[in-house]
């Protein structure tokens, strides 16, 4: 994770449609509809509703998303997570007990003889 | 499941394909598979399927459950579940009710996990049918119904051994190896102190 | 003894191949070939052509076999098809119909 210059909260009550964009961290707790563009971290919390393509460096949900999603370094969908969507990330990690429908991209080294 | 390694140790019945076999053709069966060489085909087993790190899997396969540490091309249908453990490579779609992928491990392809099972939170890890270390959440299963009862239960006996504990709770599988992500509760003993669901939460967040 | 164990409910339609040994309890149709040691096990059901090192057969085998070293046909088994080795043991009560060829210039 990059530096933690500062890190901004959506409240469980807040509402954002549009475009989002920023190099912080954010943490959504509340909802959030259109595009998401974000240079550091981003949150979803268990309260948290994203319905967005996202770009990241690093996403933790533990809400839910629908969108694609493009984390540049890992993507994880932890236990309460729900996701829609396709990701690309270098490092995608889904939990026990998350729910993900949708395609994941990462680099996968095969054998040469595959 | 994650505890791959306690597979490998199989029983005397179980199938194992060792790293120097080549199998291409159709595979069926009704046992455990361990694979640790190569199968290309069409593998259908109503068992779990184990790919060591050493094992390649190009074929289509149906299964109830497979743990991946080696490699798979090709689409996997799980009636249980699929778990791309920490070495798992595979390039394929998956369809499970319930899929894993650790970090560490990559993927390409899709992943439908279905929209039908219902999922209200504090019921869904109950309901689960699937063998897994029961030491992953101890205080869940209890804390739901008799939020009480969960934190007498976890402290008294967790700190020597968490996996016992884990046994109390009725959870009959014999395989309760501890996994090694999720670190047993006790040592936050603030939060064991309160309902299940704030414990998930800060284990998301370190 | 052995790495690679074919389980009783286990079907193969398909082909086998290594260098290692071979157990074989269910059911393989198709082809073997190994550079190692066979072992189709009492409740072993093999359908197939065999070129292995050497062949112990307590199953059932209908099939050829060819092996570099030996075959051992054992008490209860039953072997339909040709065979050929150097060495090759047929134990009483195993039943077996066809060719033997222990002749095995390089051919």
Redesign the interface.
Known sequence: MATNDNINIIGRGITIRGSLTGAGDLVVEGRVEGQVNLKNHLTI??SGVVEADIRADEL?I?GSASGNIDAGT?C?I???A?VNGDIKAA???????A?????????????DD? | ?VATKEFSTVG????????????????????D?TV??RVE?ELNLSKTLIIETSG?V?ANVSVRNAIVSG?V?GNVVATESVELTREG???GDIRSP???????A??????????A?P?P?AE??AT?PVV?PAA?RPATLPARPAPQAAPARVMAPAKPQPPPVARVEARPEPRVEAKPAPPPPPPQPVLVGEAGKKK??VK?KK | M?????????????????????VI??TVK?KIALKESLFVEASGVVEADIEVQNVDVAGRVTGNIAATDKVELKADCRVVGDVRAPRILIADGASFKGNVDMDVKER
């Not at chain 1, 490092?91 to 007990?97: K, L, T, Y």
């Not at chain 2, 319930?98 to 560490?104: A, H, T």
């Not at chain 3, 079907?11 to 290692?20: L, Y």
């Open positions: 919390e268990m933790t533990n890992k994880s932890n236990q309460s729900r490092r995608v990690v889904i939990e026990d007990g729910v993900f429908n949708g395609s994941i991209e990462m680099d996968v080294k095969l054998p595959i | 499941m005397p019945d179980s199938t194992v394909i060792g790293p120097s076999i080549l199998i291409s053709g159709k595979l069926t069966g009704d046992e598979l640790r060489g085909g390649v190009k490699v091309v490579r595979m390039v319930r899929v894993i992928i650790v970090d560490g990559s993927f390409r392809g899709r992943i439908d996990m279905g929209n099972e999922r939170q869904r890890p689960r897994r992953v998930v939460l998301k | 052995a790495n690679t164990i074919i389980g009783s409910s286990i079907v193969i339609d398909g082909e086998i191949s290594g260098d290692e040994d071979l309890q269910g198709g």
